[in-house]
Each structure stands twice: as C-alpha cells, then as structure tokens.
C-alpha cells in the first residue's frame, strides 16, 4: 500500500463514539435506503399471495390517517381490526417487512418515529424510562424494526413502554421473524414472562408475509472472501478515488464491538464508504456473534459494502449458533452479509 493512501484509511477500532439520548431521537426515522419507500414500490413475489395481502391490510391500517382511501386493491382489503392498536409483521427474513414498515411510516401523519428494537431500548438507556416515555408521548405512530426480545429485562421493559403508549392514544407497528408470542422463545425461560408477552402480543394484529429472501433471488448465496494481496490492492486504489475507507483486523473489531454499546455502532460508520476486514474466522462465542449482527444490521441500513479475507462472512457462525434460538437473527445476517460483500444491496427489506 502507497504510504500516502496508509495514511488515510482509517481503522473501525480506532473510533469510540458517544451519542446522547436527542442524538437516537434524531435518528428515529426509516434508513435511508427506504427515503422513498412506498406501498406501490414495494415489488411482492406474486408466488406468495400473503405479500400482496400484507401491502393490502397495511393500507387498511393506514387508511385512519387518510382523509380519502386509496383506489384499486387496498378498497379490497379485508377489514382490519379496528380495536386493535398495533400491526405486527410476522415472516422470514428477505421478504420485504422493513420496506412495508417504512411505507406505513410515510403515510402516517406526525410525530412519528421509526426504530430498530435495540434503539428504542437504547433512549431508554439515555434518558431514563420516564423521560423517554414523554419524548414518545403523543407520537401517531411508532414503528419497531426486527422486534426481538433477548433477555427478561427487554421483555419487562418493552411491555411497559408500550402499554403507556398505547393507552395514550399512540398506534404501534412492528416486525420480526418471531411471531409475538413466541418471542424469547428458546432464549431465556419465556414462561415466566408469558403473562407480559401475552398482554404485550394482544395489542397487535399479525400480518404473516411468507416468500423468498429477495437478496438471494438473482445472486449465488454467498458471502464473497477475497485474497489478502487483493485487499492491499483494493483498499489504497479505493482512497484514491477519494473513498473513505476502514480497515481492521477481523479478531480487532470483534474485541472493539464489546467496549461499544450497539446503540453506538451507528456513530462508530458514520461517513464510511467502505469496510475492509482480513483474516476473518469461524465465531464460536455467542455473545461476539450477536455484536457482530448487531453491527451488521447497522453497516447494511448504511449501505457500506464490505471487502473481506479469510472465512467468507455468511460462514461465521458456528452450527450450534445456526440450531438455537437465536438462529433467525444469524439467517438474517448471513443474508445481509451475503449482499454486503456481492455489490448486491437491493432496493427493499
């Protein structure tokens, strides 16, 4: 690498970002990659009818904040239940859940917010529960991307917050790969939390969305790993067309994500082009796992694709992580991964 070009890419381990709890509520709106997103731009598999009926109950849903009901399929829906306060988005990853949300999002009036599960925990964190559930009161609409309950603590504390805000008046959409109910399931021991689960699903009505992980419908299914010798080329040719480029050891980000909090990670690629990571291997410890993924969902909304050597990304979670109950998470991710690395990111989720 030409000593200039050494100079100026930048490594990921490096950065200890901070972020306050008005900079989360800044940041409470759809990726950007969804900007635009819209029910009519949402492109179902016609081989999985429940995605056209999803984009049609959706605009149910949305239809109270409209002063006029939309023409064509959506004055077909079904009628949803209005008693309900909530929507919940129930289907695999890669059919186009977090796109429907975004749309859903846009057609609601303000104030609104738009968050990953882990950034809501996170203002909590910031700002203390009660001042987060004044910062959220009054919102029309709150929209949660990949719900996921991982301990007791979230359980506890997702079920109260939601519970004020619904009685307040406020309506809740949400997606995951867990149906509500199920949710911590194979995790943490979830019956001694199904009285608050239970109380928490009963606000939602369940929208399943079934099909095929778009990410891998025009691309072979795997995470590209190049040669170490084609990194060192890559990455000072990529400065020198005036990218901003990170470089790290995949062991050293690894050992970095566990000193910063996921709600950081955000912060941590903030103006980075690209993400270059040698000598990647196979992950055995369940919590570095998780980070990772915590990482990724955040580098895949920024659209930063990755070079890497080593084991090919989408490989490195182990079979015993792939069999347990996070294994929905890693199957995301391992699709994620495979985008990231092929030049593939594709226009939904």
């Known amino acids: 690498m030409a000593p200039q070009a050494l100079s100026q890419v930048q490594r990921l381990a490096d950065r200890s970002p901070s972020i306050t709890g008005p900079e989360i509520v800044a940041e409470l709106v759809p990726p950007p990659q969804f900007e635009h997103a819209s029910f009519a731009s949402y492109r179902p598999d016609l081989n999985f009818p429940s995605q056209l009926e ?65 950034e809501y925990t996170a203002l909590v964190g910031a700002l203390g529960y009660a001042a987060t559930v004044r910062q959220l009161s009054g919102a029309r609409l709150i929209c949660i991307d990949e719900f996921e309950l991982d301990d007791p603590g979230d359980t506890m504390l997702m079920t109260r917050l939601l519970g004020e805000l619904v009685a307040s008046g406020t309506r809740v959409a949400a997606t995951s790969n867990t149906p509500p109910n199920s949710l911590g399931e194979g995790r943490f021991a979830a019956i001694d939390f199904l009285r608050e689960i239970q109380a928490m699903s009963a606000n939602f009505e369940i929208v399943r969305i079934d099909g095929l992980d778009f990410r891998r419908r025009d691309i072979e299914g795997h995470a590209i790993a190049v040669s170490r010798d084609e990194v060192d080329q890559l990455v000072p040719a990529l400065v020198e067309r005036g990218s901003t480029v990170t470089r790290d050891d995949f062991g050293d980000l690894i050992r970095h994500l566990s000193t910063v909090h996921p709600s950081k990670y955000i912060k941590l690629i903030h103006g980075i082009d690209v993400i270059a990571l040698t000598d990647v ?67 939904h989720d």
């Open 54 to 118: 999803a984009v049609e109950r959706l605009g149910t849903f949305a239809g109270a904040w409209l002063a006029q009901r939309p023409s064509g399929f959506f004055s077909r829906t079904r009628k949803s239940k209005p008693e309900l306060p909530g929507i919940y988005l129930d289907g695999g990853f890669g059919v186009g859940k977090t796109h429907l949300l975004a749309a859903l999002w846009h057609a609601a009036p303000g104030p609104k917010y738009f968050g990953t599960f882990i």
């Open 281 to 347: 291997y196979l992950l055995t410890d369940q919590t570095d796992a998780l980070r990772l993924v915590a990482f990724i969902d955040r580098v895949y909304d920024a659209e930063i694709p990755i070079i890497a050597n080593g084991q090919p990304l989408n490989e490195v979670f182990d079979e015993e992580m792939l069999s347990g109950g996070y294994r929905k998470k890693y199957q995301r991710s391992q699709s994620r991964l495979v985008a990231l690395t092929t030049g593939e990111l594709p226009p």
